[in-house]
């Protein structure tokens, strides 16, 4: 259904309209300033919010500051309910061992039920070990924004 962002004078605002529109902000976003080392799949961030049915939620991760043992690559990966759980998105970036990366994986979703609903973030690396450098103003993030029904 298209959100109806057109009125004329003597029009009424209903609330089907209005729930077409974005809610925002679903929870206070997930953050860590304690960095660490992953190899296998490893959870990083976790966030909790409560989905209603057949709405959409932009789900945005973002890891600021990565680096590698070895020449590899490190797969960032938005997971429902746990580390084993369905792939949301994934993506790919290089891991360099001189230097630092980042890495986003951001995704729409759209809620088959309502209810509360998990959202795991996690990291991988290739080969070797991936190292995720975080402090107070470098820190990843996890976050979900509700963009509505209407688009």
């Not at 298209?2 to 605002?13: E, L």
């Not at 998105?89 to 995704?107: D, E």
């Not at 979703?109 to 991936?130: E, H, P």
């Amino acid at each position: 259904m298209t959100a109806n962002t057109t009125f004329t004078v003597g029009q009424t605002f209903t609330a089907g309209q209005a729930n077409n529109f974005g809610r925002g902000l679903m929870v206070a976003p997930s953050v860590s300033t304690t960095g660490g080392t992953f190899t296998g799949e490893a959870q990083q961030l976790t966030i909790t919010f409560t989905a209603v049915n057949a709405r959409n939620y932009l789900i945005l991760y973002s890891e600021p500051v990565l680096s590698g043992s070895a020449s590899a690559t490190c797969t960032a990966r938005l997971r429902e309910d746990s580390v084993g759980g369905a792939t949301i998105n994934q993506a790919t970036v290089t891991l360099p061992t001189a230097f630092t990366t980042n890495v986003i994986v951001q995704s729409i979703f759209t809620a088959s039920a309502s209810g509360t609903k998990t959202v795991v973030a996690t990291l991988q690396a290739s080969t070797g070990t991936g190292t995720a450098a975080r402090s107070s103003i470098r820190f990843p993030q996890l976050y979900v924004i509700d963009v509505g029904t209407g688009y």
